[in-house]
């Protein structure tokens, strides 16, 4: 990653009705010339809070497999993984996807292989990590 600045905003959408609501990721790069949301929306087996309690996680079933997305190193980790994905360049200002791809490489372990298009950056010494909800 270059050495761009980005800033990152969580917005929570709550509807009557579950599978509306959503949480969506907001990254924006420092110049605002680009935003890249990444939108998390229940569907089966997967979980996003709605509420106060555990406000910001989205959780995988049933393995449990959670992140907290108000969590620096949780946002970092699916920064650095959602940028090499994207050609900023030929895209718009603002780039939405879905979250989930993104989720369930973040939280397999380092040994696990990693989705072919999504590659891992990080210093070595200090690689950032997901911060687990529970």
Same mark, same amino acid.
């Given at each position: 990653?270059?050495?761009?600045?980005?800033?990152?905003?969580?917005r929570q959408r709550v509807r009557p009705a579950y599978?509306?609501?959503?949480?969506?990721?907001?990254?924006?790069?420092?110049?605002? #010339?680009? +935003?890249?949301?990444?939108?998390? +929306?229940?569907? #089966?087996? +997967?979980?996003i809070s709605n509420c106060c309690f555990l406000a910001g996680c989205v959780v995988r079933m049933p393995d449990q497999g959670?992140?907290?997305?108000?969590?620096?190193?949780?946002? +970092?980790?699916?920064?650095?993984?959602?940028?090499?994905?994207?050609?900023?360049?030929?895209?718009?200002?603002?780039i939405e996807v879905d979250g989930w791809p993104y989720f369930d490489v973040a939280v397999e372990p380092a040994s696990t292989p990693t989705l072919a298009h999504v590659a891992v950056r990080g210093d070595a010494a200090h690689p950032p990590q997901p911060s687990k909800c529970c």
């Open positions: 990653m270059d050495d761009t600045t980005w800033y990152w905003t969580l599978e509306d609501c959503s949480l969506t990721l907001s990254l924006y790069s420092e110049d605002r #010339q680009h +935003r890249v949301a990444l939108v998390f +929306r229940p569907r #089966q087996n +997967r979980i959670c992140l907290n997305l108000y969590e620096p190193g949780t946002v +970092r980790l699916l920064l650095d993984l959602v940028l090499p994905t994207l050609d900023l360049s030929l895209t718009g200002k603002d």
